[in-house]
Protein backbone atom coordinates (compact mmCIF):
# COMPACT_ATOMS: atom_id res chain seq x y z
CA UNK A 1 0.00 0.00 0.00
CA UNK A 2 1.11 3.47 -1.13
CA UNK A 3 0.79 6.71 1.28
CA UNK A 4 0.09 9.71 -0.15
CA UNK A 5 0.43 13.11 0.81
CA UNK A 6 -0.69 16.65 -1.22
CA UNK A 7 0.70 20.40 0.04
CA UNK A 8 0.83 23.55 -1.78
CA UNK A 9 -3.02 24.25 -1.66
CA UNK A 10 -4.40 27.49 -0.23
CA UNK A 11 -6.14 30.67 -1.40
CA UNK A 12 -5.63 32.66 -5.20
CA UNK A 13 -7.04 35.31 -6.80
CA UNK A 14 -8.23 34.56 -10.43
CA UNK A 15 -5.29 34.93 -12.85
CA UNK A 16 -2.76 33.58 -10.47
CA UNK A 17 -1.04 29.92 -9.92
CA UNK A 18 -0.64 27.24 -6.99
CA UNK A 19 1.85 24.22 -7.43
CA UNK A 20 0.48 20.99 -5.45
CA UNK A 21 2.70 18.54 -4.70
CA UNK A 22 2.35 15.37 -3.73
CA UNK A 23 4.80 13.17 -1.96
CA UNK A 24 4.53 9.14 -1.92
CA UNK A 25 5.64 6.30 0.48
CA UNK A 26 5.55 2.56 0.77
CA UNK A 27 5.84 1.40 -2.50
CA UNK A 28 8.11 1.74 -6.04
CA UNK A 29 7.02 4.78 -7.05
CA UNK A 30 8.57 4.82 -10.92
CA UNK A 31 6.36 1.33 -12.24
CA UNK A 32 2.91 3.90 -11.07
CA UNK A 33 0.79 6.05 -13.14
CA UNK A 34 -0.17 9.00 -10.85
CA UNK A 35 -3.20 11.34 -11.22
CA UNK A 36 -4.91 14.25 -9.69
CA UNK A 37 -8.70 14.79 -8.74
CA UNK A 38 -10.86 17.03 -7.51
CA UNK A 39 -14.14 17.43 -5.83
CA UNK A 40 -16.11 20.30 -5.27
CA UNK A 41 -18.62 20.91 -2.74
CA UNK A 42 -21.73 19.07 -4.03
CA UNK A 43 -20.12 17.34 -7.29
CA UNK A 44 -18.54 14.02 -7.82
CA UNK A 45 -15.36 13.67 -7.72
CA UNK A 46 -13.73 14.22 -11.21
CA UNK A 47 -10.50 13.59 -12.96
CA UNK A 48 -7.81 16.44 -13.51
CA UNK A 49 -4.68 15.13 -15.18
CA UNK A 50 -2.59 11.81 -14.93
CA UNK A 51 0.89 11.01 -15.49
CA UNK A 52 2.44 7.87 -16.81
CA UNK A 53 4.94 5.75 -14.48
CA UNK A 54 7.98 6.85 -16.31
CA UNK A 55 6.60 10.82 -17.17
CA UNK A 56 6.94 10.67 -20.86
CA UNK A 57 2.94 10.62 -21.23
CA UNK A 58 0.31 13.18 -19.68
CA UNK A 59 -3.16 13.29 -19.67
CA UNK A 60 -5.61 16.28 -19.02
CA UNK A 61 -9.24 16.99 -18.46
CA UNK A 62 -10.29 19.40 -21.20
CA UNK A 63 -11.45 22.59 -18.93
CA UNK A 64 -7.51 22.25 -17.42
CA UNK A 65 -5.62 21.87 -21.06
CA UNK A 66 -3.09 24.75 -21.53
CA UNK A 67 -3.59 26.11 -17.99
CA UNK A 68 -2.24 23.19 -15.95
CA UNK A 69 1.11 20.72 -15.96
CA UNK A 70 1.53 17.25 -14.71
CA UNK A 71 4.80 16.10 -13.47
CA UNK A 72 6.92 13.71 -11.08
CA UNK A 73 10.41 13.34 -10.32
CA UNK A 74 10.67 9.88 -9.51
CA UNK A 75 14.00 10.17 -8.09
CA UNK A 76 11.80 12.16 -5.16
CA UNK A 77 9.09 10.16 -5.10
CA UNK A 78 7.06 13.12 -5.53
CA UNK A 79 4.58 14.17 -8.19
CA UNK A 80 3.55 18.02 -9.01
CA UNK A 81 0.68 20.05 -10.24
CA UNK A 82 1.25 23.16 -11.39
CA UNK A 83 -1.85 25.27 -11.57
CA UNK A 84 -1.61 28.82 -13.79
CA UNK A 85 -4.46 30.70 -14.95
CA UNK A 86 -6.78 29.60 -12.14
CA UNK A 87 -10.62 30.40 -12.52
CA UNK A 88 -12.84 30.43 -9.46
CA UNK A 89 -14.65 27.02 -10.84
CA UNK A 90 -11.05 25.62 -10.24
CA UNK A 91 -11.90 25.86 -6.57
CA UNK A 92 -11.99 22.13 -4.99
CA UNK A 93 -10.57 19.63 -2.81
CA UNK A 94 -7.47 18.48 -4.86
CA UNK A 95 -6.56 14.51 -4.63
CA UNK A 96 -3.60 12.72 -5.74
CA UNK A 97 -4.18 9.15 -6.75
CA UNK A 98 -1.55 6.37 -7.68
CA UNK A 99 -2.71 3.76 -9.95
CA UNK A 100 -3.14 0.31 -8.73
CA UNK A 101 -1.67 -1.92 -11.24
CA UNK A 102 2.09 -1.08 -12.51
CA UNK A 103 3.18 0.03 -15.86
CA UNK A 104 -0.47 1.40 -17.48
CA UNK A 105 -1.83 4.85 -17.38
CA UNK A 106 -5.61 4.75 -15.72
CA UNK A 107 -7.77 7.94 -16.16
CA UNK A 108 -10.66 6.51 -14.37
CA UNK A 109 -10.71 6.78 -10.56
CA UNK A 110 -11.66 2.91 -10.43
CA UNK A 111 -7.85 2.94 -11.34
CA UNK A 112 -6.48 4.24 -8.88
CA UNK A 113 -6.10 2.80 -5.40
CA UNK A 114 -4.62 4.82 -3.36
CA UNK A 115 -5.32 8.35 -2.31
CA UNK A 116 -4.27 11.16 -0.67
CA UNK A 117 -5.92 12.99 2.02
CA UNK A 118 -6.58 16.11 -0.70
CA UNK A 119 -5.69 19.74 -0.35
CA UNK A 120 -8.25 22.83 -0.13
CA UNK A 121 -7.32 24.95 -3.90
CA UNK A 122 -9.82 28.33 -3.16
CA UNK A 123 -10.12 30.62 -6.26
CA UNK A 124 -11.50 33.86 -5.58
CA UNK A 125 -12.76 36.38 -8.21
Known sequence: QVQLVESGGGLVQ?????RLSCAASGRTFSWYAMGWFRQAPGKER???AAINWSGGST????????RFS???DNAK???????????????AVYYC???STPF??????????????????TVSS
Do not use: C, H
Request: charge should be negative; aromatic fraction near 10%.
Open 104 to 121: RTGTRKSDFGSWGQGTQV
Open 70 to 72: ISR
Open 77 to 91: NTMYLQMNSLKPEDT
Open 14 to 18: AGGSL
Open 59 to 66: YYEDSVKG
Open 46 to 48: EFV
Open 97 to 99: AAD
